[in-house]
């Protein structure tokens, strides 16, 4: 951290060195170089769509492969390892402990992401970031998609380590005068989001695995031609995808409850309503899983018990929403750029969330379910929430890092952008959805309300793409060139920030 | 935390719960209305694999492609795949169910109006997913 450019070392000493603060560096710049590889593809996809017939990628084969590694990327490759990095620079400061609870873990845990990042991106499969079976097991192209659960089972391994380490950081190594009920709200969400991981990654890893050995031929779990069942993959897959979306949403929520108050310049409206709506969501976000197989053929009852789960959860979120506000209320409010961030993620939230709604009600869903609007929908959630709180966080905790500050103007302007563009590619694709554009194709007939949707859906595109080359530019320049910061108050907001020093690096 | 009242956040948890309530409750009546297959419904066997669907009428004739049915009539559409799984939807009429192999997925219609409508496959299903496509002509047999 800090210091790497103003005292630098050699980079190999970063490498293998396992305090928390150089573990926490890697984790930020490979999540952020796997942010700007598959916000690639993303562009690719949008330029593709910009009018029916191909264009730029030319062939459907290319194009399924495309958006698998796209997804598969920004979900396991940046959201995941990024809420890890903040983790590792700010769970051990905020529980007042001199590292994580296992430095070398850590570090091995982190050392199995680009490996895993290698496979996915070599292999470069094409079954969608569901892998479902049959298709996954009798139809997808080998190597690649062995390359893949090959790529899933490292990271999964890689995020349940990750996920015991914070776990016994923030209950056994916080400090003795410290009360569970004063660990902050950041590290509360790490607490919840590592224990959903500890029970939901599991089932997955088992899912691959039966995958991968019904793909040998050995087994025939999910393969109908052998006695299995593919709907045994979905409930295997959803077990722990659905709990996971709030894996990658808890996190940032966390890092919003860092940054809200700290603007607002008032304490947090209700902490104890924050950790309960954080354990509250972590046991019911499994309570809903099949709400993604209502088409799959399911009972009436069935349907009506995942209805309920889904709407369950709803409350909890809410109150996240509520507390937010409630702390913004009458506080003297500065709008810096990590704030900017946080109020536009939160305005997000709940557009995202209103049409999570809308899907959890089972008759509607039906004219929703596979088309634009899913993926509308959760774009709101993992770019306009996950990412948006993420990179507002990031603009936070720079100074912190680099010891300099960012440029703010150039900041605001990302923000600005990036918050155009969203409501621009995401609110349209609900629509394109509503219209019935299926998801997941390569071309589509010529109807005129698609063609417009589309394009107004990639003009969006392209304007966060150009937000990020501003983003990019900023922070490598600042991170060499920029002010030195003021380390103690970096936003002039008053207060306590937590400063570089409490995070003393034995090497330095 | 301390020196604010809680109330307002009661309140706003209590508006939120009812209209959760509320939500589910007309989804699960309006769920309930849908499901129900009317009788007399004239079976149709929908098959779909990589990457077209077929269909068997209860008469015996077959169609590929294209589904030809009559206004006024109920039909209830029994869903099969041969191969990977697909989608069977009928984007205009709220149509869609999973075709699973193994499975028999059941979902039912009855068209109102004569015309044409698109029918797609909606689940990934390889290559030529995106354009697994096919029409369903309504037919009035009294015009
Ligand atoms: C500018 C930002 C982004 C754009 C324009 C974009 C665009 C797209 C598009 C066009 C698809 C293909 C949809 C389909 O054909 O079904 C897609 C799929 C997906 N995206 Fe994004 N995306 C963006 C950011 C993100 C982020 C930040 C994440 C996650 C953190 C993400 C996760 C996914 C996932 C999981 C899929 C599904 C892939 C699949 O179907 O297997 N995207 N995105
Ligand atoms: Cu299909
Ligand atoms: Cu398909």
Redesign the pocket.
């Known amino acids: 951290m800090v210091l790497e450019l103003q005292k630098p070392r050699p980079i190999w000493q970063i490498m293998f060195s396992t305090h928390h603060t150089d573990v926490g560096l890697l984790y930020l710049i490979s999540s952020l170089a796997f942010l700007f590889l598959g ?1 690639t593809l ?1 562009l690719a ?2 330029a593709e769509l910009f009018l029916p017939g191909a264009q730029i990628i030319g062939d459907a084969m290319t194009f399924n492969r495309i ?2 590694v ?2 598969t990327t ?2 396991f490759l ?2 995941i390892p990024f809420a890890s990095a903040v983790g590792n620079y700010y769970v051990p400061i905020m529980v007042r402990y001199k590292d994580m609870a296992y430095p070398k873990l850590n570090a091995i845990a982190f050392w199995m992401i680009p490996p895993a990042g290698a496979l996915i991106w070599l292999g470069f499969a094409d079954f ?3 892998a479902t079976p049959p298709y996954s097991i009798i139809s997808a192209p080998g190597p690649a998609a062995d390359m893949w659960i090959f790529g899933l089972k490292i990271l999964g391994i890689s995020s349940v380590l990750g996920a015991i380490n914070f776990i016994v950081t923030i209950l056994k190594c916080k400090h003795p005068d410290m009360s569970i009920g004063q660990v902050p709200l950041l590290a509360w969400s790490f607490l919840s989001s590592s224990l959903i991981i500890l029970v939901a990654i599991p089932t997955f890893a088992a899912a691959l695995l039966m995958l991968l050995t019904d793909r040998l031929g050995v087994s025939g779990f999910f393969n109908p031609a052998m006695g299995g069942d593919p709907i045994a993959y979905a409930h295997l897959f959803w077990f722990t995808f659905h709990p996971e979306v709030y894996v990658l949403v808890i996190p940032a929520i966390g890092m919003m409850y860092e940054i809200i108050p700290r603007f607002s310049r008032k304490p947090i409206y209700s902490y104890n309503s924050g950790v309960f709506a954080f354990v509250l969501l972590s046991i019911v976000g499994f309570s809903s899983w099949a709400h993604h197989m209502y088409a799959t053929g399911m009972s009436f009852t069935e349907k009506t018990v995942f209805m309920v789960g889904t709407l369950a959860a709803v409350p909890a979120s809410a109150m996240h929403v509520f507390n937010f506000v409630a702390t913004m209320w009458n506080g003297r409010i500065k709008f810096s750029t990590p704030m900017m961030w946080a109020v536009g993620g939160i305005a997000l939230f709940f557009s995202a969330g209103a049409g999570g709604v809308a899907n959890a009600a089972m008759p509607l869903d039906f004219t929703t379910h596979d088309t634009y609007w899913v ?1 509308g929908h959760f ?1 709101l959630f ?2 306009g929430t ?2 948006f709180g993420s990179i507002g966080f990031l603009y936070y905790m720079f100074p912190y890092v680099t010891g300099r500050m960012y440029n703010e103007t150039m900041g605001k302007i990302h923000f600005v952008m990036s918050f155009v563009g969203t409501v621009l ?1 995401f609110f349209t694709q609900h629509v394109l959805g509503l219209y019935g554009m299926p ?3 390569f071309d589509y007939p010529p109807i005129p309300e698609w063609i417009a949707m589309n394009q107004i859906a990639t003009v969006g ?1 392209m304007v ?1 793409g150009v937000s990020m080359a501003i983003f990019l530019a900023n922070m490598i320049y600042s991170s060499g060139k920029g002010q030195l910061a003021n380390t103690e108050d970096p936003f002039g907001v008053g207060g306590k920030y937590y400063y570089p020093f409490e995070a003393k690096n034995p090497s330095h | 935390m301390g020196g604010h009242s809680n109330w307002p956040e009661w309140i706003y948890i209590g508006v939120v719960v009812a209209l959760m309530c509320w939500v589910g409750a007309e989804a699960w009546e309006a769920e309930r209305l849908v499901e129900h297959v009317p009788e007399g419904a004239e079976t149709i066997i929908v098959t779909g694999q990589q990457w077209f669907w077929t269909f068997e009428h209860e008469d015996g004739t077959k169609e590929i492609g294209e589904l030809h049915v009559e206004v006024g009539k109920a039909y209830k559409l029994e869903i099969h795949s041969k191969d990977v799984n697909h989608s069977f939807n009928i984007h205009d009429y709220v149509v869609l169910m999973d075709a699973i192999p193994g499975r028999v997925n059941t979902v039912w219609f009855a068209p109102t109006d004569a015309g044409e409508h698109d029918i797609q496959c909606r689940e990934y299903c390889g290559l030529i997913h995106y354009n697994m496509r096919g029409k369903l002509i309504v037919e009035d047999p009294t015009a």
Do not use: C, K, S
């Open positions: 916000g993303a996809i949008r958006f698998t796209h997804g920004l979900i940046f959201i969608t970031w569901y993926v774009h993992v770019m996950i990412a590619v998801r997941r194709i595109a966060i």
